[in-house]
């Protein structure tokens, strides 16, 4: 079993006898976190969660014309807006954003 | 005082203020280290302050900033953003052309660090 968060290990032992529990908790964190920017941001090109270990390390990279003449603290602060729910139920202890916006032609920016 | 005001005066009078986990002799955090490597490499003047002092520094400090994880950096009283965000800013070379428009040119001349050490009186 991987090394969690100290004030996870309650809810783990609990719910969690196995690794592969855990494991297959971690995919689901994941999906859910990626059905959340999904829905915040439909129309984007790329959405991408990954999984970056510890059970509640993500990354987040989102390319979305909503983006489009923000500074980047404004692009990251609608990340963590969508991510809102999750952030605050523990799901997420740490989160690396990545953001761009889209251009006319489509590419990124 | 209370500790909103006091970090509002640390983000109001620093060059570069860095709210961070540790402070830079004791690093706690990497994300904080990743900050703060940035802000050494482009020869800021950095005034670092440990939000694990006390938990309401850093309540008080993302209600005052709506960012809501640390490390958080300010320059010249602006939230410039996390670790991510210094990061990328440096590899376009954004980073010393921010520290150059908010601060001016001889910004570098008074790089190093400072600890400022917050607490509620």
């Given at each position: ?109 | 005082m209370s500790y909103s005001e006091k970090i509002q005066e640390v ?8 709210f ?28 670092a302050v440990d939000v694990l002092t006390d938990?309401q520094i850093r309540?008080d400090l ?53 600890t400022a050490v917050l607490t509620e009186a």
């Open positions: 079993m991987r090394v969690y968060q100290f004030r996870h290990i309650r809810v783990l032992v609990s719910l969690a006898p196995s690794a592969g529990w855990a494991a297959t908790m971690r995919v689901v964190a994941k999906e859910r976190l990626q059905a959340i920017l999904e829905k915040a941001f439909p129309d984007a090109p790329e959405v991408l969660v990954i999984d970056r270990g510890g059970g509640d390390h993500f990354e987040a990279r989102v390319t979305d014309s909503s983006f489009n003449g923000l500074s980047m603290i404004d692009q990251h602060k609608l990340i963590y807006k969508a991510l809102a729910e999750p952030w605050a139920d523990g799901t997420i202890h740490e989160l690396r954003i990545r953001t761009k916006g889209v251009t006319d032609t489509g590419g990124a920016s | 983000i109001d009078s620093a060059p570069v203020a860095l961070m986990k540790g402070t830079p002799d004791a690093i706690m955090c990497g994300n904080s280290e990743r900050a703060l490597g940035a802000l050494r490499r482009a020869g800021a003047s950095v005034t938990m309540e993302s209600a005052i900033s709506g960012w809501p994880t640390i490390p958080q950096v300010f320059v010249g009283g602006e939230l410039v953003g996390g670790a991510d965000i210094v990061e990328e800013l440096e590899r376009s070379g954004e980073l010393e052309r921010t520290l150059i428009e908010k601060l001016g040119e001889n910004y570098w001349e008074s790089r190093g660090e400072q």
